[in-house]
């Protein structure tokens, strides 16, 4: 009897794929199948990774794994992450948790009553970057936060696949919320947000999002999100995090992930560090998440990003949709609590 830990992926679009393969990489972790809505995609996907192609979701819960990762469309994790909790299964689903409140509220209600967990794959917290800055302000080293900005800003092919089952603000936006939250301690309590939509006019989505942040305890912010980039700029991300304190500051810059390969026939490229093997390993924020989820099933720690602290990241990007509509600020959580 194999002591690997049992993961199967549900949902092997683009990031699907990614994270099979780098569950497949890990180790002591076994990638023991995978299941898509898609079922030709399911069985090619399994196949190039010499796994079980799944059929169902039945079919993934009696298989009975340690754990399962969920990456299906943002708009479809209630159905196999409820269904899954109730079979007691650990659960790591991509994020963001919901796009309702209401399909949040159903799968914390689904994980406080099963004998699994729900974790909520919030990279940045395992990106070493993140976390340093985090240790800066936990440790009084830069004072009292006075503001935090954050940009993030993607390729329009990566938006232009996803228009139709997110927002710019869900897809992008939610990673910097959650990491302004997790690093300052503090909850963002209004916001006002503007937007301007050119390339995805006809899908009713916003190209660019600005959000402005009042926190709790009195300090600012702004999230800027952004799936407009030109498709030949190289980089998939360029992304950044200033925090301002009254005694110092920190900043990250992630346009290039301080990698970059030029060749002949594809010109400049910059590789995400999250799919290069080490010695036939996986390896940074990705691998990290995942093998973190590996020891939450085992009984050895405990979700990095619980499914309260992504519903209060969820709030802020649905209070940002609102002031979109409404044009004007709006209280994040005026009627959004989930019950603490």
């Not at 993934?60 to 159905?79: F, L, S, Y």
């Amino acid at each position: 009897m194999s002591s690997s830990t049992r993961l199967i992926v549900i949902g092997v679009g683009r990031w699907g794929q990614e994270l099979a393969r780098t569950v497949a990489r890990l180790r002591g972790v076994e990638l023991s199948g995978l299941f898509d809505a898609n079922a030709a995609l399911a069985r090619s996907t399994a196949g190039a990774l010499g796994v079980a192609a799944l059929t169902s979701l039945e079919e993934v819960i009696d298989a009975r794994p340690d754990g399962v990762v969920v990456a299906t469309p943002d708009n479809a994790h209630r159905e196999p992450v409820t269904r899954l909790l109730e079979a007691g299964i650990h659960v790591l689903v991509e994020k963001p948790i919901a796009t309702t409140v209401e399909d949040a509220r159903a799968m914390i209600a689904a994980a406080r009553a099963s004998r699994g967990s729900l974790s909520v794959g919030h990279i940045l917290r395992f990106d070493p970057r993140y976390i340093a800055v985090r240790d800066a302000v936990a440790s009084g080293r830069l004072g009292d936060v006075v503001h935090v900005l954050a940009t993030r800003e993607n390729l329009k092919e990566h938006g232009l696949r996803r228009a139709q089952t997110t927002t710019v603000e869900a897809f992008l936006g939610i990673h910097d919320v959650d990491a302004i939250q997790w690093i300052t301690g503090r909850r963002v309590a209004r916001v006002y947000a503007v937007g301007a939509s050119r390339v995805y006019a006809a899908h009713g989505r916003n190209d660019t999002t600005v959000a402005t942040l009042e926190m709790e305890g009195g300090a600012v912010g702004s999230v800027t999100s952004s799936w407009a980039l030109p498709d030949r700029s190289g980089s998939m991300i360029d992304a950044s995090l200033e925090v301002v304190g009254t005694r110092g500051s920190a900043r990250i810059a992630m346009r290039d992930f301080g990698l970059r390969i030029t060749t002949e026939e594809a010109g400049d490229s910059f590789p995400n560090p999250a799919g290069v093997d080490v010695h036939g390993l996986a390896t940074g924020a990705l691998a990290d998440e995942l093998a973190h989820f590996a020891r939450v099933t085992r009984g050895e720690a405990a979700p990095m990003a619980t499914a309260q602290e992504a519903f209060d990241a969820l709030v802020v990007v649905l209070a940002m949709e609102r002031s979109l509509e409404r044009r004007s600020v709006v209280d994040v959580h005026a009627g959004a609590e989930v019950g603490r």
